[in-house]
């Protein structure tokens, strides 16, 4: 802990003369950081630290107020519904992919821990990965992969060159196989009533699936290229009747029209369908964002991205854009003024939130913060929970720190999920952690100087 302290002192020094943008480092303090009481959105945040089965509810001041234990590892995170109860991701053993963000359960949890609903797919040939969506009428989406050969996409049309060498890939399995993305709706009752299939949807176009389009290998590493599309977001638009999905591996995101199954609207690379230039060395062509995440729908065509920009050949960094769907043109976007103080090269995400401000989820370093229209940080927060249940004041002091987290999400003090409840019990997630925030405040000015005694 000494270590730590000598870690706090620094920061200490170095923040109480000049303002944060935002903080990521393999050593420094967890918790919340920074908290504006004015410029921030006031409520809860909830969050899934990957490598537990524990899900947290957090206050402004990073003091849980609420926390399920469940079965499952996250696979990959929780939302709160409007009746309090959790819909969660979970990761069940056996999966037959070697991809990352494989599942295979969805659970609805209520505010007493007790599982009320689940629907679990994982079969040789199809894994529930990613993630899901509650719709309006209480059925759920449901994204998955389809196991396909390499023979079915040939007689589809993939040039035998672009065929990718079978490799283990992070849990070292290894495929001969492709797997291909879909949507399945489910009931209450667990019952099929829609599916929409990538597969039916390869051809040429600019609404169509390329079936020679491929990750680049940088990208996909060894396995990577089989898990084609590899989609990480679905949302339901029920005043379109629309499907919202997002595609890393294409680096895209698509607008798919429920009635008939066709794409309407796609926006990020071009190239992925012959309408614009490739990236190549040094220059990103006109493609507009690499390995993107979240896509979520802000109403009046108009969009919120989480970019990676993980392999761009002009230089990594990430970044949160809002898209304008009539124009295609970014409309706002944050990047960090230091590139290495928000990057995450997998995995990330953004939440508009009431006020106008965006939460984002930098994951690979377990890093929230909150950023204004005028790109103004106001809150910020490092996860301290590391692997299962270790939890640390400070990171890089005690040996590796996996504190990763797939998406978190606000909810305000008037939210209707939390109606009732009691939050009044505050409890630390470690115990005799320095508050940081407290030693730097933007919301108040400091206090007056008292006059000198006339002589």
Same mark, same amino acid.
């Given at each position: 802990m000494k270590s730590g302290r000598i870690v706090f002192f620094l920061f200490s020094l170095v923040f109480a003369a000049a303002p944060l943008s935002a903080y990521e480092a393999i050593t420094g303090p967890t918790g919340v950081l920074l908290y504006d009481r004015v410029g921030a959105y006031d409520g809860y945040t909830l969050f899934s630290p990957m490598g537990g089965k524990t899900v947290y509810l957090i206050d402004m001041e990073g003091y849980a107020v609420h926390s399920w234990k469940t079965d499952y590892a996250p696979g990959s995170y929780a939302v709160l519904l409007e009746n309090g109860n959790l819909l969660r991701g979970g990761i069940l053993e056996g999966a037959p992919v070697p991809f990352g963000g494989a599942g295979g359960i969805v659970q609805e949890i209520d505010w007493n821990g007790e599982v009320i609903w689940e629907y679990r797919l994982m079969t040789e040939?199809?894994?529930?990965?990613?993630?899901?969506?509650?719709?309006?009428?209480?059925?759920?989406?449901?994204?998955?992969?389809?196991?396909?050969?390499?023979?079915?996409?040939?007689?589809?049309?993939?040039?035998?060159?672009?065929?990718?060498?079978?490799?283990?890939?992070?849990?070292?399995?290894?495929?001969?196989?492709?797997?291909?993305?879909?949507?399945?709706?489910?009931?209450?009752?667990?019952?099929?009533?829609?599916?929409?299939?990538?597969?039916?949807?390869?051809?040429?176009?600019?609404?169509?699936?390329?079936?020679?389009?491929?990750?680049?290998?940088?990208?996909?590493?060894?396995?990577?290229?089989?898990?084609?599309?590899?989609?990480?977001?679905?949302?339901?638009?029920?005043?379109?009747?629309?499907?919202?999905?997002?595609?890393?591996?294409?680096?895209?995101?698509?607008?798919?029209?429920?009635?008939?199954?066709?794409?309407?609207?796609?926006?990020?690379?071009?190239?992925?369908?012959?309408?614009?230039?490739?990236?190549?060395?040094?220059?990103? *062509?006109?493609?507009?964002?690499?390995? #993107?995440? +979240?896509?979520?729908?802000?109403?009046? %065509?108009?969009?919120? !991205? =989480?970019?990676?920009?993980?392999?761009?050949?002009?230089?990594?960094?990430?970044?949160?854009?809002?898209?304008?769907?009539?124009?295609?043109?970014?409309?706002?976007?944050?990047?960090?003024?230091?590139?290495?103080?928000?990057?995450?090269?997998?995995? *990330?995400?953004?939440?508009?939130?009431? #006020?106008? +401000?965006?939460?984002?989820?930098?994951? %690979?370093?377990?890093? !929230? =913060?909150?950023?204004?229209?005028?790109?103004?940080?106001?809150w910020e927060y490092v996860s301290p929970v590391v692997g299962a249940d270790d939890m640390r004041c400070f990171l890089g002091g005690e040996g590796p720190a996996f504190n990763m987290l797939h998406r978190a999400y606000r909810y305000g003090k008037d939210y209707a999920g939390l109606k009732g409840r009691d939050l009044s019990a505050r409890t630390p997630l470690v115990k005799d952690c320095p508050e940081f925030f407290r030693l730097y405040r933007t919301d108040t000015p400091p206090p007056a100087k008292e006059p000198l005694p006339k002589p």
């Open positions: 040939d199809a894994v529930q990965h990613h993630t899901f969506d509650r719709m309006p009428n209480g059925n759920t989406l449901i994204l998955a992969w389809e196991r396909r050969s390499v023979d079915a996409f040939l007689e589809k049309g993939r040039d035998p060159k672009k065929i990718p060498v079978a490799g283990p890939g992070a849990n070292g399995k290894i495929t001969a196989d492709f797997w291909v993305d879909f949507v399945r709706e489910v009931n209450p009752a667990g019952e099929t009533v829609w599916e929409w299939h990538v597969w039916d949807h390869v051809g040429t176009g600019p609404f169509r699936f390329d079936i020679n389009y491929a990750i680049p290998d940088t990208m996909a590493g060894a396995a990577g290229s089989y898990d084609w599309t590899h989609f990480n977001s679905v949302q339901y638009l029920p005043e379109t009747d629309q499907l919202l999905l997002n595609s890393r591996n294409f680096s895209e995101f698509y607008l798919i029209d429920r009635k008939t199954g066709r794409m309407v609207y796609r926006w990020g690379n071009p190239s992925a369908y012959d309408q614009g230039r490739p990236p190549g060395w040094l220059d990103n *062509g006109d493609q507009k964002v690499f390995g #993107n995440h +979240n896509a979520t729908s802000l109403g009046k %065509n108009r969009f919120l !991205l =989480f970019d990676n920009g993980s392999e761009r050949p002009e230089g990594n960094r990430s970044a949160v854009m809002e898209v304008n769907a009539v124009t295609g043109e970014i409309e706002w976007e944050y990047t960090a003024p230091v590139s290495n103080s928000f990057y995450t090269a997998r995995q *990330g995400a953004a939440q508009r939130l009431p #006020n106008g +401000n965006t939460l984002v989820t930098s994951s %690979n370093h377990g890093h !929230l =913060f909150e950023v204004t229209r005028e790109k103004k940080v106001v």
